[in-house]
């Protein structure tokens, strides 16, 4: 019996590491852009005009170890949005810093399915007018951060990426949930 599960942890340890050595030359540093459209979840009834989707952008640099797992850091702008009723009018603009964790399963030689888990620091920047008058304040919380991503290789150092990051934007108390759905190229390096 110990003879067997020496034996069935030796053939392991050895799969272990031929697998790390196999991946160990996968590890690289990528680079990802890309544009979408946001989306900031509000109420907006009793609103004459009222915009919960804008044009944003995230730019995102990451490590890939090389088995799948990756950590990035990157900044997304999630879009401006715009309330007004009459002669007053808010705009509403959430940015955030994020640093988090990735996750990509191959779902064949060129696709890949991409989880992101992190931690941001949100900054909801709000912008009001009411006529001549106008003021602006900012409110930062650190938030979590998800996001799923599918991509396509275009070459073995370049992909196409469609994804959708989630976050909450906070100001003086109130929370809404902001996501994202972009288009990118993802570059290794």
């Not at 044009?55 to 090389?66: D, I, L, P, S």
Request: hydrophobic share 40%.
């Amino acid at each position: 019996m110990k003879k067997t599960a020496i034996t069935l942890a030796a053939l392991l340890l050895a799969v272990t590491a031929q697998a790390q050595s196999s991946n160990a030359d996968k590890a690289h540093a990528y680079g990802l852009l890309s544009l979408g459209q946001g989306h900031l979840n509000v109420d907006c009834s009793g609103v004459q005009r009222c915009d919960r989707n804008a044009t944003g952008g995230k730019a995102v640099v990451g490590y890939a170890f090389g088995n799948g797992f990756s950590l990035e850091g990157g900044y997304t702008h999630f879009g401006r949005f715009h309330a007004s009723d009459g002669p007053l009018g808010v705009s509403v603009r959430p940015e955030a810093l994020s640093l988090g964790g990735a996750f990509t399963a191959q779902l064949g030689p060129d696709w890949g399915l991409v989880g992101r888990l992190g931690v941001a620091r949100v900054r909801t920047k709000l912008s009001a007018e009411a006529g001549a008058l106008s003021s602006s304040g900012s409110e930062s919380k650190t938030q979590p951060i998800a996001g799923l991503a599918v991509n396509y290789a275009l070459t073995p150092s370049t992909r196409v990426e469609l994804g959708m990051d989630t976050t909450r934007a906070q100001y003086q108390g109130e929370r809404s949930t902001v996501r994202m759905v972009s288009l990118g190229a993802r570059m290794a390096f």
